[in-house]
């Protein structure tokens, strides 16, 4: 039998639930990166019911917080040996730490995360090596934007669209809704063609 505290993040404006990684998993940046609500239970922040707040701005609406769950942060990483995916609430302007895991991360991440990780003192150079797994070194294999060239498409006005990609790389071509299609003109008129469902 476990008995626990429970804690309510939805209990009035000076209580919040949220959920922050200890670095970028897009990028590996270092720096707190998450969303959290107000007055919500934690839910509510992965539904989509309300719209999120980044996590940055909790250092304004509920400093003492933001600084506990920044050191707590580093704390929590430091011991993981790992970046970390962080769940809270705050409850009555008090911080409580829900639980913690391994945050999940694109390739890029995870290389950048390694190799900084190793120049922080926190793992050895062979152990940086060994985390980067054979697919994400295949992501870099492919294509890619530079981040360069998307600030420059997106300044220009040239930028459609952007998302999730379901594999490694990039491309260009002209978009087809239909596999049929797709196939058709990728054959018979030798275009570039990129499958959008």
């Known amino acids: 039998v476990s008995i626990v505290t429970m804690v309510f993040g939805n209990m009035g404006n000076d209580c919040a639930t949220g959920v922050a990684m200890t670095r ?10 998450g969303d959290y609500l107000t007055n919500a239970q ?12 980044d996590i940055t701005q ?7 917080s933001w600084t506990q769950l920044a050191e707590i942060a580093k704390k ?4 993981y040996r790992e970046m970390q995916d962080i769940e809270f609430t705050i409850e ?48 870099f294999l492919h294509p890619q934007f530079s981040i360069e060239a998307i600030h420059v498409a997106e300044e220009m006005g040239n930028l459609m669209a952007s998302g999730l990609n379901v594999s490694p790389g990039a491309a260009v071509g002209i978009v087809a809704l239909d596999a049929d299609i797709a196939e ?3 054959k018979r008129d030798n275009k570039q063609v990129i499958m959008v469902r």
Do not use: C
């Not at 909790?58 to 003492?64: F, G, I, R, V």
């Not at 929590?76 to 011991?79: A, C, D, R, W």
């Not at 302007?93 to 922080?120: C, F, H, P």
């Open 24 to 33: 970028n998993g897009s990028t590996g940046e270092k720096r707190l990166e």
């Open 42 to 53: 934690g839910e509510d922040v992965v539904a989509g019911i309300r719209m999120t707040k």
């Open 58 to 64: 909790l250092s304004d609406e509920m400093p003492q």
């Open 76 to 79: 929590l990483e430091t011991h």
């Open 92 to 139: 009555r302007n008090k911080l409580w730490m829900l639980q913690t895991r391994d945050g999940k991360r694109t390739a890029q991440a995870a290389v950048r995360i390694a190799a900084d990780m190793s120049e922080e003192g926190l793992i050895s150079e062979e152990e940086a090596v060994m985390r980067v797994k054979p697919d994400q070194v295949d992501f």
């Open 184 to 186: 058709l003109w990728a």
